[in-house]
């Protein structure tokens, strides 16, 4: 998340378009609407001080917006990677217990399945047990 989630939301809670930014700030509409589309992580202090003043805030309260969208932004990565772990975890052992499967067909039947096959004693099994 950059500089632009946080003009937009801005613009959102003083009720403002951008074209009301522009003018009251003196930036050029091109900049503003960059500044957004492109979700910018870098701007000028200036730029900053222009956009707060129009928006009548502080810039210490811009800047606390700013922090603000960084920490949800953190959050939401931890968020993001603890769901992969899991799904990490979950594949791994969707592999081991269908390696153990197998394994025991073999030793039950001596013949060793492919994992097509393996698919379809799984899909058999799951109708099976769906019927009872």
Request: hydrophobic share 35%; net charge negative.
């Amino acid at each position: 998340m950059g500089f632009g989630s946080v003009v937009k939301k801005l613009l959102s809670d003083k009720n403002m378009t951008i074209k009301d930014l522009s003018e009251a700030s003196g930036i050029s509409l091109n900049t503003l609407y960059s500044i957004t589309k492109r979700d910018s992580t870098n701007i000028k202090m200036d730029t900053l001080r222009k956009i707060s003043q129009a928006a009548g805030i502080t810039d210490e309260e811009m800047l606390q917006r700013i922090r603000s969208e960084h920490e949800r932004a953190m959050y939401d990565m931890d968020n993001v990677c603890r769901l992969l772990q899991q799904a990490e975890s979950m594949v791994y052992d969707n592999r081991t217990a269908r390696k153990k499967f197998s394994e025991s067909l073999k030793t039950l039947t001596g013949y060793e399945y492919s994992d097509q096959e393996i698919d379809i004693v799984i899909s058999a099994a799951t109708l099976l047990k769906e019927g009872e």
